[in-house]
């Protein structure tokens, strides 16, 4: 629905059509502006946002959806953006009357800042849309695909800014103003930097709005093998099998390698291709299981599909080298998604207590986020919890605002690989 209501918008700024209230509201409006005082001052500032509405509409529309999908800061300061740079204008006119001689008149200028105003909602639609289809399972928008999109959007936009694509509102562009050709520039070096992105590559300022590689038709990398990619992998897992093989007593070796090996191996199996080309197991239990066997502590990673917070921390601080090497070879890394959208059966699912609240777990993202709520007491991603093999914290847990940076967050791993050699 959010991704519908930008398309929306956005084809209003492009001029596809144009987004007006009734006139019988503005006319009142203008009536009532006679009854002075208050309420004459009160109508007034009503008729400007009825004659606005157009402009401004699908500019407040993009902050109301990002609060009605649960943001907080950015709502706020969108908001208080919008509001003072409304109200700064009037305020400076009152002072200073004669500034109103240099105010410029409307025309192409406005449009196109409408056009580009227009695209940017255009590329937020998609990674709503990106949001839901992560959440459905349903991957038809792959890794691929959306960096395609965004890459055609921002090429459209930095021609246009150049002047080699118009719409039927726009006026002719004679000559380039300095500002206009440095916002081409931007946009036409971050079209540039997206399109490694088709191709595996590192695409950190998109901010985390790509899904993971995970959902990518090429998780691996175009023209990578999967042994390639994954050797550290395999060098890891055989000298975990070494090390099972000497822990085990010479008398009952043979019947006790062939169990854990074969449990081993069925848990092995469940890994997934994860956040950086890590595995990691996506359910809480199998994880512990296998850190059990082969052991390592655990990192549990509650995360979701669609937050954005949590593919920043993948994208800008996993992809830090030691931490990747952590993280893959150092513990078992559990990722659980609370938005995961799978239903469990019917034997699985059961009512709880949420924050004093009765609740039903009737999917699999539901069951993480009660074990992270009642668990831990927080229902924020992303979460991360250092355990030991009786499933108790070595260090304190962190959070995205506090354990944000690679040192922070290498520390933290730091000290809870030390707490759990002791």
Not at 383 to 391: G, I, M, Q, S, T
Request: hydrophobic letters at 45%; one cysteine or more.
């Amino acid at each position: 629905i959010f991704a519908i209501l930008l398309l929306v918008f956005g084809a209003s700024f492009l001029g596809a059509f144009e987004i007006q209230l009734p006139a019988s509201w503005t006319n009142r409006s203008v009536e009532a502006e006679g009854k002075g005082g208050y309420l004459g001052i009160f109508f007034m500032a009503l008729t400007l946002v009825l004659v606005s509405f157009s402009c401004t509409g699908p500019l407040v529309g993009i902050v109301l959806v990002k609060a009605a999908s649960g943001e907080i800061l950015d709502p706020v300061i969108g908001m208080f953006g919008f509001s003072l740079s409304l109200s700064i204008p009037f305020v400076l006119f009152a002072l200073f009357p004669n500034w109103l001689n240099s105010l410029p008149k409307s025309g192409g200028w406005l449009n196109s800042i409408k056009v580009v105003l227009g695209l940017l909602e255009i590329a937020f639609a998609f990674y709503y849309l990106s949001k839901a289809d992560l959440i459905d399972g349903t991957a038809f928008l792959t890794r691929e695909m959306f960096i395609a999109i965004w890459i055609m959007i921002f090429a459209c936009l930095t021609f246009y800014l150049l002047g080699f694509v118009k719409f039927s509102h726009d006026s002719e562009v004679k000559y380039l103003s300095v500002s206009r050709l440095s916002l081409a520039l931007i946009t036409g070096v971050y079209t540039i930097y997206m399109i490694p992105g088709l191709w595996g590559g590192p695409v950190s300022l998109m901010f985390g709005m790509p899904p993971d590689v995970m959902f990518s038709e090429s998780p691996n990398g175009v023209g990578n093998s999967y042994y390639e990619d994954n050797k550290e992998d395999y060098l890891l897992e055989l000298q975990e099998i070494k090390q099972l093989i000497s822990e085990i007593n010479v008398v009952d070796r043979s019947q006790k390698l062939e169990n854990s090996s074969n449990i081993k191996e069925e848990l092995r199996a469940k890994r997934e291709l994860g956040p950086q080309r890590i595995k990691v197991f996506h359910d809480y239990f199998e994880g512990v299981e296998y850190a059990k066997l082969v052991g390592k502590p655990i990192v549990v990673d509650f995360t979701g599909y669609a937050c954005v917070n949590c593919r920043q921390m993948e994208s800008n601080v996993w992809s830090d080298s030691k931490i990747k090497n952590i993280l893959k070879g150092d513990v078992v890394l559990i990722s659980l998604h609370v938005d995961a959208s799978e239903k469990l059966s019917e034997s699985e699912q059961y009512e709880t207590t949420l924050a004093g609240k009765k609740k039903k777990v009737k999917t699999i993202g539901d069951k993480w986020m009660v074990l992270q709520a009642n668990t831990y007491g927080t229902n924020s991603q992303p979460y991360y919890v250092f355990l030991n093999h009786d499933e108790e914290p070595l260090v304190e847990n962190a959070n995205y605002q506090d354990y944000g940076t690679v040192d922070l967050f290498t520390d933290w791993l730091d000290r809870g690989l030390q707490e759990f050699k002791k």
